[in-house]
C-alpha cells in the first residue's frame, strides 16, 4: 500500500510514519524544509498549499497532519484539507485528518461539543472551533473519500504504545478507567490501521487508550 503524509515533520506524522512502515507500506512524506524523516522512503519539500494533482496521485491514502495554534494560522485548517480534496476530488485515494477532540459531542443529540462545555481550558477554545470548522466543510464533501480522526482529549506525544486502543464514534468517550487519554504511538497505530481497513468512509471517529 503507498500513501502519503503530508505536514510529516510534526510528531504525530511522524509517529504515522514509523507505523505504517513498520506494516510494510511505502510512505511518502511531504514537508515544507528539508528534513529526515524515519521509515519514509520518499520526502519531498513542498508545502501542503502548493501541492498539485499530480503529486498525490497513485496514492491509495494521503494523511493529512497539519497542525496549527495560532490566530492567524488557524484557518489554515480548513484551508489545507479543503485544498486536498480539491486534488483528490473524484479520485479513489482516501483522506484521512489529524483532528482534535475539542469538537467531540458530550451529548447522544449533538448538539453540544466538547469545547462548549464549562470545563475546556479556554486557552485551546480557538484550536478546537478551528477544527471542528474544519470538519463541518469535510462534510459538505461528496466528492471525496475523506475520515476524520479525533484523538482523545489527553493527546500524549510521548506516551507509551500499548498496541491497544478503543475505536469510538462522534460522542466523547471515556475509557474504562474514566480517561480520555491516548498517546501519540497509539493514535498512530489507529489511523494506519484505518487506512488499511478502509473504513468510516465521510464519518469522524475518536480513539481512546483501551
Known amino acids: 500500500m503507498k500513501i502519503a503524509v503530508v505536514a510529516a515533520a510534526g510528531k504525530a506524522g511522524r509517529k504515522i510514519i514509523a507505523e505504517a512502515a513498520a506494516r510494510g507500506f511505502e510512505v511518502t512524506a511531504f514537508v515544507r524544509r528539508a528534513v529526515e524523516i524515519d521509515g519514509a522512503a520518499k520526502v519531498i519539500v513542498k508545502n501542503i498549499l502548493d501541492l498539485e494533482k499530480s503529486d498525490l496521485e497513485g496514492f491509495d491514502a494521503v494523511i493529512d497532519a497539519f497542525g496549527a495554534w495560532t490566530p492567524e494560522?488557524?484557518?489554515?485548517?480548513?484551508?489545507?484539507?479543503?485544498?486536498?480534496?480539491?486534488?483528490?476530488?473524484g479520485s479513489d485515494t482516501r483522506?484521512?485528518?489529524v483532528?482534535?477532540?475539542?469538537g467531540l459531542y458530550v451529548d447522544k443529540e449533538h448538539t453540544t461539543q466538547l469545547f462548549q462545555t464549562p470545563d475546556f481550558p479556554a486557552d485551546y477554545v480557538p484550536t478546537a472551533q478551528a477544527q471542528a470548522k474544519e470538519l463541518d466543510e469535510l462534510r459538505k464533501r461528496d466528492d471525496v473519500k475523506w475520515t476524520f480522526v479525533s484523538p482523545a482529549a489527553d493527546f500524549q506525544?510521548?506516551?507509551?504504545?500499548?498496541?491497544k486502543?478503543?475505536?469510538a464514534g462522534e460522542e466523547f468517550t471515556?475509557?474504562?478507567?474514566?480517561?480520555?487519554?491516548?498517546?501519540?504511538?497509539?493514535?498512530?497505530?489507529?489511523?494506519?490501521?484505518?487506512v488499511a481497513s478502509g473504513n468510516h468512509i465521510k464519518q469522524r471517529i475518536s480513539v481512546v487508550k483501551a
Do not use: F, K
Request: include cysteine; proline fraction near 2%; charged fraction near 10%.
Open 73 to 89: 494560522t488557524l484557518p489554515l485548517h480548513t484551508a489545507t484539507s479543503q485544498h486536498l480534496c480539491n486534488l483528490l476530488s
Open 174 to 194: 471515556l475509557n474504562a478507567a474514566g480517561e480520555s487519554v491516548i498517546s501519540y504511538a497509539d493514535y498512530a497505530l489507529a489511523m494506519v490501521d484505518e
Open 95 to 97: 483522506l484521512l485528518i
Open 165 to 167: 486502543y478503543i475505536l
Open 157 to 163: 506525544a510521548n506516551g507509551e504504545r500499548t498496541g
Open 99 to 102: 483532528g482534535g477532540a475539542g
